[in-house]
């Protein structure tokens, strides 16, 4: 099918691959079952190349678009990324805090030590109150230069390199609770940066002076994953889309008895200047959590948002049910695609 798509769907229970096709989508392949996918990665120029990082167990990469998997790194792996300039770099972040790097397409691992040439007093607050140790929630690589990375922590704050991960400086200032989700910047940008939070959301012209709230227009205080659209025209802002939760995980079991997100999804159209809630017409409250918004990868007014009825930061115990929603207005409604999943915890999505 021309145009069509292939998603790959991490859940609590293994990853999905899912397939567009002119009668809709289908389950394609289960793969890694049984296991916690917390974080997937690929690049668009090889969309058969995908990295699945399984909380508890190590990285798993396919070469032929999701039919066969091997492992190729041992670890409790939380995020992925793939260099948007050289697909053939490769970042896994790890519990407790770790960053490796391969520079061969993910057939082989190093560790990038100079993480622990950091100070005393920066360490300290890698910490969780899950586990007792923090994790690399999210990795940025920056798309007009390979060497600016950032370091979302789960606790801990944000680090910047901006020289390929040989040495690190903390960029958290302004963060009064370092639980970091997703640190970003506007796509090809190096004037606006974005960061969402357990506690809020928050943006920077240069983070090394310290960040600022953009909240205005939100009716939630718990920020997760966003994404941007490609601008609709020549000198527009990007569109902006972020999941977001009233509270954070431990206050969902709300005091008359239900265990709620209480989720929701909004839009900005001018960088975070403004919020306006989206998708109306989903059920009030949403009780599952948003975990994860990506982009369409062919269609610039599409993204997907995956569901599911799990704490996402919590990579163990049991899950519930899991969606994926697609919409195809920039966020303004949603559907579901009908294909029956566990909770889902992260999005890939690449042409099939």
């Known amino acids: 099918m021309p145009g069509s798509v292939r998603l790959y769907a991490g859940t609590h229970e293994g990853l999905y691959v899912l397939r567009e096709g002119s009668g809709g989508w289908r389950e394609e392949a289960v793969h890694l079952r049984g296991g916690i996918v917390d974080s997937i990665g690929g690049s668009l120029k090889r969309p058969e ?5 399984v909380a508890h167990d190590g990285v798993y ?22 260099d948007p300039g050289n697909d053939e770099v490769v970042y896994a972040g790890m519990e407790p805090t770790q960053l490796y790097r391969s520079d061969d397409g993910g057939r082989s691992w190093r560790e990038v030590t100079s993480l622990f040439d950091m100070p005393e007093e ?7 109150p899950v ?5 690399v929630r999210s990795i940025f690589v920056h798309d007009e230069d ?16 901006f020289d390929g991960g040989q040495s690190w400086d903390d960029v958290s200032g302004g963060i009064d609770y370092l639980d970091i989700h997703l640190v970003a910047s506007v796509p090809g940008r190096f004037d ?24 205005n227009g939100f009716t939630r205080d718990y920020f997760h994953d966003f994404v941007f659209l490609a601008p609709e025209s020549e000198g ?15 206050y969902w079991q709300r005091p008359e008895g239900v265990y ?21 017409a989903q059920p009030e409250p949403i009780d599952a959590m948003i975990s994860t918004l990506i982009a369409h990868p062919v269609d610039a007014n599409s993204a997907f948002a995956g569901v599911g009825e799990v704490s996402r930061g919590h990579a163990h115990g049991e899950a519930g049910r899991g969606w994926v929603w697609i919409t195809r207005d920039r966020g303004d409604t949603w559907r579901d695609l009908g294909v029956s999943l566990p909770a889902d915890r992260v999005l890939w999505a690449a042409p099939a």
């Open 49 to 53: 190349r995908v990295y699945a990082g």
């Open 61 to 82: 990469r396919t070469v032929d678009a999701g039919r066969t998997w091997s492992k190729t790194l041992d670890g409790d792996v939380r995020s992925i990324a793939v």
């Open 122 to 128: 920066v360490r300290d607050n890698w910490w969780s």
């Open 131 to 135: 586990s007792g140790v923090g994790h």
């Open 146 to 161: 390979s060497n600016l990375l950032c370091l979302g922590l789960e606790h801990g704050g944000i680090i910047r390199s």
């Open 192 to 215: 606006r940066y974005f960061v969402s939070s357990a506690r809020g959301f928050f943006t920077a012209s240069e983070p090394a002076h310290g960040w600022t709230r953009a909240e």
């Open 236 to 250: 527009q802002s990007p569109t902006m889309l972020i999941a977001t939760a009233d509270k954070s995980p431990g």
């Open 260 to 280: 709620s997100a209480r989720a929701a999804i909004f839009r900005s159209d001018d960088c975070a200047e403004s919020w306006r809630r989206v998708a109306e």
